[in-house]
């Protein structure tokens, strides 16, 4: 089949009006990331190259451009919380991605409320449906195909609490749709939500047999 394609090598720019890779890779979970410093200052921030890697133990993690206020108190305390940015609080979501000065309490910058979490000693979004308390196991420094280092850091943490509103759980099985996430998209400022009118499914073929 023939077709007219853009094609590019990404180190010698893509020639559109906006990187369409962000895009392409999408729509993608969104790393609504809490943190704390050793001395109690709180932070909340948003992360789009976020996602869940292992089962058991459960680790998930995210990537931060550069060496930000989220990547050094987590390596400082070894502890942070997922929280589920919902479309209910996409608005407080955003907001929490605000360039502030260092000390600056981004759940206050928000408007929502911080509660303490049950293993680690950072706050969790109250308002958020699901918060996972996480433990650090990795810091990476990605690096590119020429082993140059990025100004670019991998945060992945085990799961060690995770707690859901009980109204997510239908017969046991949590309701994907029913928590109304918000999924990162391209462009400045693409987003998407799902609905369950737009579920399918499909039974892998080792599960037929």
């Known amino acids: 089949m023939s077709r007219s394609r853009h094609?590019?090598?990404p180190?010698?720019?893509h020639g559109l009006p906006h990187d369409p890779l962000n895009a392409i890779v999408g729509p993608r979970p969104i790393g609504w990331i809490s943190s704390q410093s050793?001395?109690?200052v709180r932070n909340l921030a948003p992360y789009s190259f976020f996602n869940c890697f292992n089962y058991q133990p459960p680790i998930i993690g995210f990537s931060s451009q550069g060496w930000k206020d989220s990547v050094a108190n987590i390596v400082e305390t070894g502890e942070f919380v997922w929280n589920l940015a919902t479309r209910e609080l996409a608005v407080?979501?955003?907001e929490s991605s605000a360039s502030v000065p260092p000390g600056e309490d981004e759940f206050a910058l928000a408007g929502v409320t911080p509660i303490p979490g049950t293993q680690v000693a950072v706050s969790m979004v109250a308002e958020s449906p699901?918060?996972?308390e996480c433990k650090l196991t990795q810091v990476l420094q990605l690096e590119g195909a020429d082993g140059g280092k990025l100004?670019?850091?991998m945060v992945l943490g085990e799961v060690v609490a995770i707690h859901i509103d009980n109204d997510?759980?239908?017969e046991g099985i949590y309701q994907t749709a029913k928590a109304h996430p918000v999924l990162r998209a391209g462009g400045p400022s693409a987003y998407y939500a799902?609905?369950?009118?737009l579920r399918f499914d499909l039974v892998r073929p080792d599960a037929r047999k």
């Not at 799902?194 to 009118?197: A, F, L, N, T």
């Open 168 to 170: 997510l759980l239908e």
């Open 151 to 153: 100004q670019q850091w």
């Open 194 to 197: 799902i609905s369950d009118d």
């Open 11 to 13: 180190r010698l720019g």
């Open 130 to 132: 699901v918060n996972f």
């Open 92 to 94: 407080a979501m955003n």
């Open 7 to 9: 094609s590019y090598q």
């Open 38 to 40: 050793a001395a109690g």
